[in-house]
């Protein structure tokens, strides 16, 4: 993106709906280059009335358990149905290139064919769980060129499941049957995190235990806390191949929808994390403004290996590091 960025013509083009623009526009708010993040921010003000309207959905799971096959088939029914569907997969980054590795576009060909679905992937930079710093501001571009759902497909390994609940109105967590103990499958932290919890695959030779594992996850959830409880989980199983229970899972997710947005928590949701968002900007700023420091830039080597070698603490190191900000 070497280019003069124009922000309001390109602004102009996403919410007309021009995919290449939206994919230009996700471009800018993911680089790290300093003269593009005002040129981001500036795009994102322009937008931002715009934005708020769709139902940002996390999917998550682990790998193998047909996140991008539900996706696919689910996707297309409510394309069918008049919706517009933005699918934002963060994959794992390369160490050799920095780039996306699992490439959802192949894995979800017929989706991205269709006119009604957009379909990014996004290599996670190394971000804990696998959730990109700029995925949020990437929901609001999608959101402004006219998707009322968004779809943010993680990584499924570590903190992921944490990372993107920080993002989304729901957290959808699948799960794959006879997966050997089903129980110790899931921690009771990651129940107490999701809205859903849907048993995958449950088709062919699969759907008996599938069945049972459904059983087991619903005893889970009634075994949570008064304030887990509040959250009304749900399990639900289904088959993406056959089509059985992916309309339940969508009724699920509506249904959710109406009676979180009736009592304000849909809204409540939304602002704590706005609020969270803002620290992490703070912090991502302010970590920044640190290191650009000369005198803490000259320093950090020689304390980085004093660290290294058991001759400071990772405290002690800091605070010398600190000591040494310039006076403002």
Partial sequence: MNEAIDC???????????RAALARAITLVESSRPDHRGLAEDLLARLLPR??????LGLSGAPGVGKSTLIEHLGLRLIARGH???VLAVDPSSPITGGSILGDKTRMAELARSPGAFIRPSPSGGQLGGVARHTAEAILLTEAAGF??????TVGIG???VAVAGLVDLFVLLLA???GDQLQGIKKGVIELADLLVVTKADGGLAGAASEA???????LGLLGPAAAGRRAQALSCSALTGTGLEELWQAIEHARAARQESGAWQGRRAEQAGLLLAAEIGAALLS??????RIAAAYPEVQIQLSEGKLTPSEAARRLLALRAPK
């Fill in 8 to 18: 309001e013509r390109l602004a102009g083009d996403v919410v007309a709906g021009d």
């Fill in 51 to 56: 934005t708020g309207g769709a139902i940002r």
């Fill in 84 to 86: 517009r569907l933005a």
């Fill in 148 to 153: 009322d759902i968004v779809i943010v497909e």
């Fill in 159 to 161: 903190q992921s499941e």
């Fill in 177 to 179: 049957p006879a997966a």
């Fill in 214 to 220: 459904l059983a087991e996850y619903r005893a889970a």
């Fill in 289 to 294: 403004e640190f290191r650009a420091d000369a």
